[in-house]
């Protein structure tokens, strides 16, 4: 499975973005899609994620209520709509993906910076 993740940029606090994460290749064996962010002098820590086929989905808590994770089936796309974004927003965004079977994310895309100004 081949992830490319792209929207990334710089957005004024409190406005909003909309990343994408295209994925190609063996499709059919994902079970679970993700996000996760990596701020300057952090680890990378996760955002959110999306099980493919039922669209259930889970938020860390401090973007619930802001961020929205969402799918395209049909596009194999897999989407992050930030809202009211905060400085500490400020980070490279990275897709994942997790193969059915599996409890871990095998897949990354190449990530995409996001820069929120204040």
């Known amino acids: 499975v081949q992830l490319q993740a792209s929207g990334g940029g710089l957005v004024q606090a409190g406005g909003f973005l909309r990343l994408s994460c295209v994925a190609s290749?063996?499709?059919?064996?994902?079970?679970?899609m993700g996000w996760f962010r990596q701020a300057p002098g952090k680890e990378r820590a996760f955002v959110a994620h999306?099980?493919?086929?039922?669209?259930?989905?889970n938020y860390a808590d401090n973007v619930k209520g802001r961020f929205t994770i969402s799918r395209d089936n049909a596009k194999n796309t897999m989407y992050l709509q930030l809202n009211s974004a905060k400085p500490e927003d400020t980070a490279v965004y990275y897709c994942?993906?997790?193969?059915?079977?599996?409890?871990?994310?095998?897949?990354w895309g190449q990530g995409t910076l996001v820069t929120v100004s204040s």
């Open positions: 290749g063996r499709t059919d064996s994902v079970m679970r």
């Open positions: 999306i099980i493919w086929y039922s669209g259930n989905t």
């Open positions: 994942a993906a997790m193969p059915m079977g599996t409890l871990t994310y095998n897949y």
